[in-house]
């Protein structure tokens, strides 16, 4: 059984347009979590939720807008997509919102914008 | 400002032998220190959680330290073997909910 989960694993857009990327988790856990990993490999926290409440919002364009529908779900979505939005894009969850709780991390998700 | 730093990018080691990673955070002392390994494509991996008032935690052929003293996190693989080559991740966090990375180090075993 997948754990965390995300889709697509892939996907190629063109400037300006809006794409979604979709995660979910069959763990049970509270917290969910948005990362980006750019070309450097440097792992970034974008957003968080705890029980479908925001947490976490670092400074993101706002052209990113996380969405938790229910717990085992947090979907990301991005408007006017820019070049510089080309990164890998990681889902993850944890028990709890401390600093004690290891992360599960999905597959990631290769977004190339051209 | 507040900083994590991974002591090299690479690490090559042969087969057989212990590799050893650097980890060290600059200003606040975290209670808890996550160590991570990513392979390739693929999403980031749990392998230990240490606290600040343990000294060492192992997990089979892994150890790691943490000293708040020096503000450093030692990662040991013992008996190193070709499977082990993979990105190590050191994570803590600055007094908030969120987990900050390291650069990474990027371990490679020789057979």
């Known amino acids: 059984d997948t754990a965390v989960s995300q889709t697509p694993k892939y996907l190629v857009t063109q400037m300006g347009n809006d794409k979604s990327i979709k995660c979910e988790q069959n763990l049970g856990h509270d917290t969910m979590y948005w990362y980006k990993q750019d070309s450097k490999k440097f792992l970034k926290i974008m957003f968080s939720y705890n029980n479908k409440e925001l947490i976490i919002n670092e400074t993101v364009p706002n052209r990113f807008s996380p969405k938790s529908p229910d717990k085992a779900h947090l979907n990301l979505h991005i408007n006017s997509l820019e070049l510089g939005d080309s990164a890998v894009y990681f889902c993850?969850?944890?028990?709890?919102?401390?600093?004690?709780?290891?992360?599960?991390f999905g597959p990631g998700t290769r977004l190339t914008v051209t | 400002s507040q900083k994590i730093e991974q002591n090299s990018e690479a690490l090559n080691i042969q087969e057989g032998k212990t590799a050893t990673l650097t980890c060290n955070y600059t200003n606040y002392s975290p209670a808890y220190l996550q160590w991570y390994r990513q392979d390739p494509g693929r999403g980031p991996v749990f392998l230990l959680l240490i606290r600040e008032n343990e000294k060492e935690k192992r997990k089979e052929r892994l150890k790691v330290t943490f000293d708040t003293t020096l503000k450093q996190s030692l990662f040991h693989i013992t008996a190193s073997q070709p499977a082990d080559s993979a990105t190590y991740l050191c994570a803590l966090t600055f007094g908030d909910y969120k987990l900050s990375f390291g650069a990474g180090t990027t371990v490679t075993v020789r057979a």
């Open positions: 993850a969850s944890s028990q709890g919102s401390g600093a004690g709780y290891e992360q599960y």
